[in-house]
């Protein structure tokens, strides 16, 4: 029963990086090589915000305030701290950028801005599960894990989902926070920083609410994240509306219009 529950809880948590590596970058060699070589980078960015943010929490909460209880004051310095580090990432790839197109000379080997911000995104969401759901995976391997220390028979699974939350979270923002600074919309970091805080506090406020209304908080910020990274990068609702038809002339235009184009010659002949 525990190897059931491992199982289950380490794909929801861990199956869509897989899936989403899979179906938007194991296709192209290049975005292989620069997720590989810089997934270690990411991680090592957001790890370095969460150990600033622990000892800042650790000096003034636990030295100066003498309080272990006050859990709100080191979430939004941990907050702060994540969204600093990923404005260095961001510098750190901007000035790298040369370097990069140096490289890749062809146009067939071109890595745009919106795929560096998205493996970016990934590489954040990926050690946020990693490090949120290591411990629980491991503690849920053994005997008798139905709840951990008292919590609730849904712990496991629920945290899993909050988990998951947070993994498509720092994709989209990662996406609208690279995009707002590299065009000058700021007003974009700042939504993102806000949207953050919103997803932390309702994480914390799921002790006195329950863990239900944190789960459905944080879709609901997903969906709303998705639509406007989706408008952020240039999309319209005649667009959207497009793409769910599904019709051979909007998936393979060049090959339609051939195939019209060819008609008259048939009749011709």
């Known amino acids: 029963m525990s190897m059931v529950e491992f199982l289950g809880c380490f794909l929801i948590t861990i199956g869509p ?13 290049i975005l292989v090589i620069l997720c590989i070589a810089r997934l270690a980078n990411f991680a090592f960015f957001w790890m370095l915000s969460l150990l600033v943010s622990s000892a800042w929490w650790l000096f003034f909460d636990v030295i ?25 990432l961001f510098k750190l790839m901007k000035k790298a950028e040369h370097g990069l197109k140096t490289v890749w000379r062809s146009d067939s080997l071109f890595v745009n801005d919106n795929q560096l ?63 707002g600074f590299r065009w000058g919309l700021y007003h974009q970091p700042v939504i993102v920083l806000i949207s953050h805080f ?11 609410f329950g863990v239900a209304w944190s789960i459905m908080l944080t879709l609901a910020m997903v969906i709303s994240m998705a639509f406007y990274t989706y408008k952020v990068l240039g999309g319209s609702w005649q667009l959207l509306k497009r793409s769910f038809k599904f019709t051979e002339a909007f998936w393979y235009p060049s090959s339609s219009s051939s195939s019209t184009a060819a008609q008259p010659e048939d009749k011709a002949e």
């Open 17 to 29: 990086v897989l899936v989403l590596f899979f179906m938007t970058i194991a296709h192209d060699p």
């Open 64 to 88: 100066i305030f003498k309080t272990k209880s006050v859990v709100g004051f080191g979430v939004v310095f941990a907050v702060l701290f994540q969204e600093m580090f990923r404005f260095l």
């Open 117 to 179: 911000a998205y493996v970016a995104g990934l590489g954040f969401g990926s050690i946020h599960c990693i490090f949120n759901m290591v411990n629980l995976l491991a503690a849920m391997f053994g005997p008798g894990t139905a709840g951990l220390r008292g919590h609730s028979y849904d712990f496991f699974i629920t945290s899993s989902f909050l988990s998951l939350g947070f993994l498509l979270l720092n994709i989209l923002w990662g996406i609208i926070f690279f995009h």
């Open 198 to 208: 919103m997803v932390s506090a309702c994480s914390i406020l799921s002790f006195q």
